[in-house]
């Protein structure tokens, strides 16, 4: 900038020069006998007007070079871009995929500005890797519930993601009635015969041990999605943590602790009572599980289970896994049905240290329906077990114990115990909102063995129904009444009422 000023500078002063030069020459000659002051005006009238003329030249140079030093500026930024090596990202971030939930979707690939040819060619490459991903994708029986990742935290220098989430849900609980639980209504537990006017007090409680906590990250591969999950709540003895689910899953593998695929998740009613339905199959065990899918509405389910046998009179002996196999259908989103049929192998010793074995199984048949009728959002749900040998897969049996099998005490033979349960379930949406109701009603009869005495578990019939609000999507409001019955074989029954009131806060 310096030399450019002096330059500039040096052409002036020459102009000035060459100017009054030129002046001196084309100005005539002065005679000496004239006046000498009208001789000094036409000097300083020539003078005034050259400074101004070179002011006005000065002030058209200095806009040049202004000019000209902004275009130099660009030119050099442009420079230096060019000089600098372009950097391509080697690792194809499809973090985008967790976050958006979009179906076959990958994401962009960060790139740097390497020219239009490049650019081009790099897009149909990734439009390449994202059809390939879209393909193995379709087979993942998890790819629906990516739509549910939203607000997962990208992992660096991977393409997973990471979820926290559960519930802190705090329930207050009146029983009507003595009960051997107070936080949950387990209808096997109602006094009955004796029991019944044994001058026991009902009692009430507030609660926040349903609270949960789980964790879930979810990475999107070339063959399908990996995803592993863990769960837990504070339901153990004083409070304590307690596992619920830890599974792993690998486009349709599954591995680890988690609902048994005997039962039908997507069937299950909206219950504020911690215990649920009477009659649905519900536990959660270690297994393996193979989900192969076939078309677009049909997937069938293969599942080695933990066996787990509970019996009376003796102790389980875990030797075989039981076999799960079902076909689940889905023709359209608001239709859906679930067939699966139970193996397994009733083996244990008796008090007397007999070994013996059975063989037991079972089916189940559920689904939901969307019922239209008075809002688009209204749905029943159902679901109908029967079998021998199933007690623990019944979530009223399973919360008693021991409804597997039972040893004779006088011969020491093992007998099981047959079991039919179901439920069926309406849920109502009431137009105002987010309010809703769900009307249940739950049944489970037990034929038990010949030589069992009047006071066995014969039969238990539950109801309930809820009023629940959502004020706002992360909060439910809720009321709900419950009334069951157990009959026992010898003819006896007891009743008990139950209301509970609670919140949740979703996180």
Not at 89 to 105: A, F, H, R
């Amino acid at each position: 900038m310096k030399i450019a000023l002096s330059v500039v500078l040096f052409l002036t002063l020459t102009t000035l020069n060459g100017r009054n030069a030129s002046s001196q020459e084309m100005r005539p000659s002065i005679d000496p006998t004239q006046n000498a002051t009208a001789d000094q005006r036409i000097d300083m009238k020539t003078v005034i007007s050259l400074l101004q003329q070179q002011q006005k030249e000065l002030a058209e140079q200095r806009q040049l070079l202004e000019s000209q030093s902004r275009q130099i500026a660009t030119l050099s930024a442009e420079l230096d871009k060019l000089r600098t090596p372009p950097e391509v990202s080697k690792d194809k971030e499809i973090t985008e995929t967790l976050v958006s939930g979009s179906k076959g979707s990958t994401g962009n690939i960060a790139l740097s500005e390497m020219g239009a040819e490049t650019t081009q060619t790099t897009t149909r490459i990734q439009e390449n890797e994202a059809v390939e991903v879209a393909q193995a994708q379709f087979d993942d029986p998890s790819r629906d519930s990516l739509r549910d990742f939203v607000g997962a935290w990208p992992l660096p220098g991977t393409n997973a993601a990471l979820a926290i989430g559960g519930f802190v849900k705090t329930d207050a609980i009146y029983n009507f009635d003595a009960l051997q639980s107070r936080d949950r209504f387990i209808v096997g537990s109602i006094p009955v015969g004796i029991q019944a006017t044994s001058g026991d007090e009902a009692q009430s409680s507030i609660t926040a041990n349903q609270s949960r906590l789980n964790v879930d990250l979810r990475e999107p591969t070339d063959y399908g999605l990996m995803r592993a999950f863990i769960e837990g709540d504070f339901a153990g003895d004083d409070d304590a943590f307690r596992l619920r689910h830890a599974f792993g899953q690998w486009r349709r593998m599954l591995a680890g602790k988690t609902w048994t695929t005997f039962m039908d998740p997507d069937a299950s009613p909206e219950e504020i009572d911690f215990e649920g339905l009477n009659g649905r199959i519900n536990v959660r065990q270690s297994q393996v599980r193979f989900m192969p899918r076939i078309g677009s509405a049909y997937e069938l389910q293969f599942a080695l289970e933990d066996p787990n046998p509970e019996l009376q009179n003796g102790s389980g002996i875990s030797q075989f896994p039981d076999i799960v196999l079902a076909a689940r259908f889905q023709p359209r989103q608001r239709l859906h049905v679930k067939f699966a049929i139970l193996l397994r192998q009733i083996r244990g010793k008796s008090t007397d240290r007999q070994v013996k074995e059975k063989f037991g199984g079972g089916a189940s048949l559920s689904g939901r329906f969307i019922i239209p009728i008075f809002d688009p959002r209204d749905n029943l749900l159902f679901q109908l077990s029967a079998g021998n040998g199933i007690g623990r897969y019944v979530n009223d049996l399973s919360s008693i114990g021991n409804y597997d099998g039972i040893f004779d005490p006088s011969t020491g033979q093992l007998g099981l115990f047959d079991i039919a349960a179901g439920y069926t379930s309406l849920q109502h949406w009431w137009g105002v909102g987010e309010l809703r109701s769900n009307f249940t009603f739950g049944i489970v009869e037990v034929i038990s063995p010949d030589f069992l005495v009047d006071d066995a578990y014969k039969r238990t019939l539950r109801f309930s129904s809820n009023l629940i609000w959502s004020p706002i999507p992360r909060i439910d409001l809720g009321a709900e009444y419950l009334w069951g019955r157990r009959e026992n074989v010898g003819g006896d029954s007891g009743d008990a009422t139950q209301l509970q009131v609670a919140v949740k806060y979703r996180f």
